[in-house]
């Protein structure tokens, strides 16, 4: 059994490791240190906390973590690689390797979009790496659109019915 619930301050350490497993290297991916720190992702957890930003946690039957997905606002001024527009929430996610393909991704991901719904969003986007086929087959499965190219990355949209 999983739970997920919203993450705490204190856990925001697991969150930046979530977050670096989230960058999508394949070969050579820099420290941890360095690559969520260079000037074009540190936006994604610099100041954590602020309005616009959600995190939830999810913790396998020893209480341990395993897993969050997150969103952040940005601005046309200040736009990260899934911007679509100010009103519309950039989503982040990853699992520890060892419980992978076991479905808590798809799990983090219902309890966001239902969060952004109840929040009364509109859409949430995100950007994905197009050979991170798994990861964009559950996004489409979920509701998930394709909205155009940021450099190499798919951002998709998913918009709430009304």
């Not at 999983?2 to 977050?19: A, C």
């Not at 969050?68 to 899934?82: C, I, K, P, S, T």
């Not at 952004?116 to 489409?140: F, Q, T």
Request: with cysteine; proline share 2%.
């Amino acid at each position: 059994m999983v739970i997920i619930r919203n993450i705490e301050k204190s856990e925001f350490d697991f969150l930046t490791d979530m977050f670096y497993e989230s960058i999508h290297i394949l070969e050579n991916k820099q420290n941890k240190e360095e690559l969520i720190n260079t000037p074009h992702l540190k936006k994604y957890h610099e100041g954590w906390g602020r309005d616009g930003d959600a995190a939830l946690i999810a913790l396998n039957t020893n209480n341990e973590a395993v897993g969050a997905v997150w969103y952040r606002l940005f601005d046309e001024l200040n736009q990260g690689y899934g911007y679509v527009d100010s009103q519309t929430p950039e989503l982040g996610i990853a699992v520890a390797e060892e419980v992978r393909g076991t479905g808590i991704g798809t799990l983090l991901m219902k309890k966001i979009i239902h969060q952004v719904i109840c929040e009364g969003y509109k859409s949430i986007s995100l950007s994905v790496d197009p050979e991170n086929s798994n990861a964009v087959h559950i996004y489409k499965k979920l509701g998930f659109l394709d909205y155009g190219m940021s450099g190499t990355s798919i951002t998709m949209v998913y918009r709430v019915k009304e």
